[in-house]
């Protein structure tokens, strides 16, 4: 149970010299060479479109389209886009949503070009992203993301402070792409609340361990990635049943972990 772990009371709203420069710039640069910035045009959300298709490999029936990356920025949305250059390389879509009577955004796709992996362009975009939600007034974003991708929990949980209390079984069904071929497309709800300090949980402490590098071990053994995700999913389930939160995640070599704790 990992009882003798202490976590600090972080602070879900990160400190505002880490998102942008000026109360009006539209940009933010995460190092010398990639530039985050908002996109609006059609050819800027078809660019979007054609990195889905060069990120996930997926057929079109699965892409988001031009259309509703439009509709996005028409209902209070926001697209940024990374830019090396003139090259689009990564980019971030929210739409409005509303949980529980509080209005929320709902960070629906995010993704980056294999080649600009592991540069903090992912960290980026988030940060831009709650520097904008601010500025709307928006004081909580939300999205699901798959509990077996360690580098994602990572910088969900441990860089950005979402926390987790829901877990989405096959929440979006089959899925075309081959990164996701052969298991059910769970997920995990990230919350992310941006103007407010994490409530402390000084309770009892639970760990799920995930591998590693989930996609090199599909590469070898779907079947095992299978099996590894039904005994994961029963872990996540009964401890949220159990009234437990996800409130960290640690890398190691070979593994990491979820930390969960009672409110």
């Given amino acids: 149970m990992n009882d003798h772990l202490s976590l600090p009371n972080l602070p879900l709203s990160l400190p505002t010299d880490l998102s942008v420069g000026g109360a009006g710039s539209r940009r933010y640069r995460p190092h010398a060479d990639v530039e985050i910035r908002c996109l609006a045009t059609v050819d800027e959300f078809a660019r979007c479109v054609e990195l889905q298709r060069a990120i996930w490999q997926w057929a079109d029936i699965d892409l988001m389209p031009v259309r509703l990356f439009v509709l996005v920025q028409h209902v209070g949305g926001l697209v940024l886009g990374a830019h090396d250059a003139d090259d689009l390389v990564g980019f971030v879509s929210c739409i409005p949503g509303v949980h529980e009577g509080s209005a929320y955004w709902h960070s629906h796709m995010m993704g980056v070009l294999p080649a600009y992996e592991n540069r903090g362009i992912g960290t980026a975009l988030k940060l831009a992203q709650r520097q904008h939600a601010l500025r709307r007034q928006v004081s909580s974003i939300q999205w699901v993301f798959d509990p ?5 929990a990572y910088l969900n949980i441990a860089k950005l402070g979402a926390i ?5 079984i096959n929440h979006y069904g089959a899925s075309t792409s081959p990164l996701h071929a052969g298991i059910d497309s769970d997920r995990l709800v990230a919350e992310w609340r941006l103007d407010c300090l994490r409530t402390r949980f ?48 640690e890398r190691h070599p070979d593994h990491s972990q979820y930390i969960f704790r009672r409110p």
């Fill in 202 to 249: 000084d309770g009892e402490t639970r760990t799920i361990a995930v591998p590693a590098d989930i996609r090199e071990l599909k590469r070898a053994d779907v079947r095992a990635v299978r099996s590894i995700q039904l005994s994961v999913r029963e872990r996540f389930l009964r401890h949220l049943a159990d009234g437990f939160v996800v409130v960290g995640c």
């Fill in 164 to 168: 987790v209390r829901r877990y989405s």
């Fill in 148 to 152: 077996l991708v360690a580098k994602n």
